[in-house]
C-alpha cells in the first residue's frame, strides 16, 4: 500500500484497500501511505526544489526568483509537466482513499498533518489539519 500510494497507482490503492490492506500500516522509515501521497501531491521532488528556492516551480523546471532567461518549454519538459500533473491528480485521489478507508492523521513520521505543513499542501489544511471540510470546500 505504501508503495502503490508513493507511485501514483490509484487503481491498486483502491483494490488493497478493497482487499483490508491497513492505511495506518508504516514502512521501515516510519512513513505512512497518507504520508507519501501527500508528498506526491506536493509535486515530490520538484516542489521540493521550489520549497527550497523560496518559491513556487513552474512547467519550465525554475521556480519563482531563480535565474534562467526567457525562452519557453521545450516539448520534454512540457511532457514532464503534464506527467507531474497527473501524478498530483492520482495522488489527490489516492488522499482521498486512505481518508475514507481510516487513515490516520497523525501516524507516523513525518505524519499527514506535519507533511501538509511542510510541503504547503494548501487544498488538504482543512481536511487534514482540522478546520473546514474536504479538499474544495471554502476555508
Known sequence: LMLSSYHTHAPLVRYLLSQNADPNTLNDRGQS???????KAAGGVRGMSALRNGGEEHGNGQA???????????????????????????ADKIIEMLLDAGADVDKGRPSARESVEM???ERWRGRICGGVGAEGDAE
Request: aromatic share 6%; net charge negative; hydrophobic share 30%.
Open 33 to 39: 501511505p497518507l504520508a507519501g501521497a501527500i508528498f
Open 64 to 90: 519563482d526568483g531563480a535565474g534562467g532567461g526567457g525562452g519557453g518549454e521545450t516539448e520534454g519538459q512540457a511532457e514532464g509537466g503534464r506527467e507531474e500533473a497527473e501524478a498530483t491528480s492520482e
Open 119 to 121: 510541503f504547503r499542501v
